[in-house]
């Protein structure tokens, strides 16, 4: 267990009068600079929204659930240390190709539009799928989390 993600729940559980420790723990991005970097987004108040792969969920049962409605997770900067909890409010299951300029707007990522999403997101899904020998395409489904950040360090 993270120690700073915990003391960070614990306090947001004391404040908030939450009795429950329902939560997940995870950093934005595959390294330590794009954690830090998409995090500064959502600290900002530009990041309202993520996507992932739904395939990958699928792939691994025992690994990370899919998200849902009122499900909080603690935020990691790329030092591993807990700055941030959100509250997911939106799961959209679509594919690839009918992702919107209001998705790449809320993902709050260089231009904020569908291009810049795409442009970034394709890449990035490519490279998770090819470790798995699976192709991208455009009727891959994507799992389109909108988020309120409900408290930050």
Known sequence: ???SALELWTQFKQDQGISHDHYDVW???NSPQMADELLA???QGKKTGTSSLKLLYELEPEGEQMPE???YSVLLDGNDQAQ???CTRVVDVLPFSQITE???YLEGEGERNLSYWRKVHRPFFEQELNERNLPLSEDLLIV???FE???KR
């Open 84 to 86: 941030a909890i959100i």
């Open 69 to 71: 409605i009122g499900h």
């Open 149 to 151: 950040v409900v408290y």
């Open 41 to 43: 987004l959502v600290i």
């Open 27 to 29: 950093a934005f991005g």
């Open 144 to 146: 389109y989390e909108l």
């Open 102 to 104: 209001v998705h790449g």
């Open 1 to 3: 267990m993270n120690q």
